[in-house]
């Protein structure tokens, strides 16, 4: 078996970002470091480890959802000291968080130990849409509109389109609903930034058909079986 795939089937994340583990040096086979790629191991005899801790398959596969506060960071140890979003899981099995939310994003979150079903959330040829509440200071235009959903240019480059729709406005704040269906690093600030709107609150309320619910923030519930099969098709 491939190693990417053994790690991500470890539970140790999405088979693309196993890749990740494997060329910056954190995978051993048998107590030797392992750089390449296409490495392939035998998942019987040999001893995989990541960061020193020996691997083994899990015996189920754990699914939940989390609602991200604003102030943690999407990561299991924070360079620079602050919470992360593993403070406020309760977990026997080592689980990972499918995709990332900016530290001060927060909304719709899944984690996991199963790096297939992280590969589909997460993989941009499935197109899973992910909708924010965009929260944004002054009243927005029409034509403000027109150009995020087009897709704003920034450095030259068209961003994807985003279907885009206004929720409220209360005479400070404008609530708009913003969906996408890529995942590029700090895709909705990014787009508010091209168009010189300062974002006061994002929200993730949904990953393909699956919402947030009523979802306490800092709190995590298990997915269902309807809620995992909208992505693995299972059901
Ligand atoms: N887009 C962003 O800019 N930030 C997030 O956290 C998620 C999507």
């Not at 790096?115 to 965009?134: C, I, L, Q, R, W």
């Not at 409220?168 to 609530?175: H, Q």
């Not at 309320?205 to 997915?223: A, D, E, F, H, P």
Request: aromatic letters at 8%; one cysteine or more; a positive charge.
């Amino acid at each position: 078996m491939r190693l990417n795939k053994y790690l991500s089937l470890c539970g140790i994340a999405s088979r693309r970002k196993c890749e990740e583990y494997i060329t910056s040096g954190r995978v051993t086979v048998n107590g030797k470091t392992v750089n390449a790629l296409g490495t392939v191991i035998n998942e019987k005899k040999d001893v995989v480890s990541v960061d020193g801790k020996t691997l083994s398959m899990p015996n189920e596969f754990v699914y939940l959802k989390l609602n991200k506060p604003k102030g943690y960071a999407c990561t299991k140890s924070d360079e620079k000291g602050r919470k992360t979003i593993f403070d406020l899981v309760e977990s026997d099995v080592r689980l990972f968080n499918v995709g990332r939310l900016d530290f001060n994003t927060e909304g719709l979150i899944f984690l996991t130990n199963d790096g297939d079903f992280a590969n589909m959330v997460t993989h941009p040829s499935f197109h899973f849409e992910k909708e924010y509440h965009v929260t944004v200071e002054g009243e927005m235009k029409e034509s403000e509109f027109a150009v995020l959903r087009r897709g704003v240019v920034e450095n030259g480059k068209r961003m994807p389109e985003a279907k885009v729709k206004f929720l409220s406005w209360d005479g400070k704040f404008t609530k708009l609903s913003v969906v996408i269906d890529e995942g590029q690093n700090h895709q909705v600030r990014r787009m508010f930034d091209a168009i010189g709107k300062d974002i006061k609150l994002l929200k993730r309320v949904r990953i393909g058909n699956v919402t947030l619910g009523g979802l306490y923030r800092g709190k995590t519930k298990s997915m269902t079986e309807e809620e995992i099969a909208c992505f693995t098709g299972a059901k």
